[in-house]
Every structure is written in structure tokens, then in C-alpha cells.
């Protein structure tokens, strides 16, 4: 009984000293091109060893690594356990494809390296046969393209008028300028020159205050824009002294102001009368010296 119990012992103790080999196996035998498989590698070791595991940046050749799972070491009766799980795949065309990796035994003076033993899986052949020369499939039904927008080609079109419009204000923009201001001042006094006749022609017809009234306002009012002064505010004084005691402008406010507000109406002479055609004429006499303004102005520059 002893001798049988002496021979276990050493046994087991050269069993500690020797390296196990370490288990490794596919989950299945056969495979697809580039589909996932799982290479799961075991390895059992006296729990004395430090063992390594291959890492991720180990060749797998013919396989590539996707992802590695590893599990806890577990040890029972002196004998740890260490496993992990390796997801492959292959795009290699070999019928027959092979893989056995290692584990690492860490010792003092150097590192041992122990293989599994090799495991392989069969890559399914999806073409069975290949037809010499290849047959190509003619496929002449149009396919329905989803309509985009072209935005690069806008910013392009906005970046293009864009630009040409300011080389257009820069070279023209004056004269362009000029031409509007032209046209604001004719249209003006023409609508001005319409509204003033309605007046006057209703006061010499009827007589009514009111109409003298709305003439002379309207004058005012047309200078006021004409001069970008604030003539409709003004008084009769302020407004010949504006013009520097023009004469024209002096006799006709005095005879409107006295028609309108003293009621004094001169019939025989019909001095009322000519007071309006004299503010006619003097507002279209302002209406030309602002235009020969706006056309000499590029002159001036």
C-alpha cells in the first residue's frame, strides 16, 4: 500500500513539472467566406504557472480576429484553469483551413510556448462549377435614380451673379444712380404739376377758399421734397428769406396769404389768379434747376 501511494506522488509531481498542452476546437466544422465562427482555447496548468493567453495582436493566419472574450481563471485541487474565446473569420479560398494556437508558461529563467492541437473547418464552396468563359448577364431596364438638388452648382450661380451685379454698381452704379433720380424727379412733378392744375382750375372757376388753400399746401409740400427742407413748415418770411427775397415768391405767398386769411380778393385784377401761376411757374423753375443738378453731378466728380 505504501509503494502503490509513492508511485502517485511522484507521479503527480512529474506531472507538475511537465507542461500540459492546452485544448483548442472550433465551434462547427464547415464555414462561409467571411463568416463568423468561434475558436474557443482551454488550457488546464498546475496552479504554480503563470500562463499566457494569445493576445489580440497574434497572427491568426489564415483567420482574423474580430473580437476575444476571456473568463476568469479557476482553480481546483491545485489545478487552475484558463480559457478564452476567439471570434474569426476567413476570407482565404483554401477547401480546408487549419488553426492551432499556443499558450505561454512564464518561468524564471526563459517563456515556453505550447501549441494545441490543430483543429480545421471546411469552407462550404457556394459555386460549385465555373463556366469558361463567364456568362454576363445583359440588364438594359433603367433604374429609377432619386432626383438631388445640385447646391454646389447655386452657390456657384449665386457667386457668379453676385459678382457680376458688383461690376455692374462699380462701373455703371452712378449712372444708374443718376437715371433713377432723373426718373423720381420727372414722375414728381409731373404728379405735382397734375394735381396743382386741379386745384387752381377749380379756384378760378368756383372760387373756394379751400382749393386756394390746398394749392398753396401742395406747393409747400412738392418744394419741401424737391429741397429736402422742411419748407411746409416755414412761414411766408422764412420762405422768401429761403430764396433770397426772390420776387416772384414774395408777391404770390402775399397775395394768397391775404386772399386766405383776410378774405380780401382782388376779382377785376384777378391778382389771386396770377399769384397761382407764379408759384406754378416758380416750382417747375426749381424742378429743371434740380435736374441740371442731377446731370452735372457726374461733371463735378
Not at 162 to 187: D, E, P, V, W
Request: proline content about 4%; glycine content about 4%.
Amino acid at each position: 500500500m505504501f509503494i502503490i501511494l509513492l508511485c502517485f506522488l511522484q507521479a503527480v509531481a512529474a506531472w507538475g513539472q511537465q507542461t500540459p498542452r492546452p485544448e483548442g476546437s472550433f465551434s462547427r466544422d464547415t464555414a462561409r467566406l467571411g463568416e463568423l465562427l468561434q475558436y474557443t482555447l482551454v488550457h488546464h496548468h498546475p496552479a504554480t504557472q503563470e500562463v499566457v493567453l494569445p493576445p489580440e495582436n497574434y497572427s491568426f493566419a489564415p483567420f482574423e480576429l474580430v473580437r476575444k472574450d476571456f473568463f476568469p481563471t479557476t482553480t481546483k485541487a491545485g489545478i487552475s484553469t484558463d480559457s478564452a474565446v476567439y471570434t474569426l473569420r476567413s476570407f482565404e479560398i483554401e477547401p480546408v483551413q487549419q488553426l492551432a494556437l499556443p499558450v505561454y508558461v512564464l518561468g524564471e529563467q526563459d517563456t515556453t510556448v505550447v501549441f494545441a492541437a490543430a483543429d480545421a473547418i471546411v469552407l462550404q464552396q457556394l459555386v460549385k462549377t465555373v463556366q469558361e468563359p463567364l456568362q454576363v448577364q445583359a440588364d438594359t431596364n433603367l433604374a429609377t435614380v432619386e432626383e438631388r438638388f445640385n447646391w454646389p452648382e447655386l452657390v456657384l450661380w449665386i457667386a457668379a451673379v453676385a459678382t457680376f451685379l458688383s461690376l455692374i454698381g462699380l462701373i455703371f452704379g452712378q449712372a444708374i444712380r443718376r437715371k433713377y433720380k432723373l426718373y423720381r424727379l420727372r414722375k414728381d412733378h409731373l404728379y405735382f404739376a397734375s394735381r396743382y392744375n386741379s386745384h387752381e382750375d377749380r379756384f378760378k372757376k368756383t372760387g373756394a377758399m379751400q382749393s386756394l388753400e390746398k394749392a398753396v399746401s401742395l406747393w409747400k409740400n412738392y418744394l419741401t421734397k424737391l429741397e429736402r427742407s422742411a419748407i411746409n413748415s416755414f412761414t411766408t418770411k422764412e420762405i422768401v428769406e429761403y430764396y433770397e427775397n426772390d420776387e416772384e415768391v414774395n408777391t404770390a405767398l402775399r397775395i394768397c396769404d391775404k386772399a386766405i386769411y383776410g378774405n380780401v380778393q382782388t376779382e377785376t385784377e384777378g391778382e389771386t389768379n396770377l399769384a397761382l401761376g407764379m408759384l406754378r411757374r416758380f416750382a417747375k423753375s426749381r424742378h429743371k434747376t434740380q435736374r441740371e443738378l442731377i446731370k452735372n453731378a457726374k461733371n463735378k466728380r
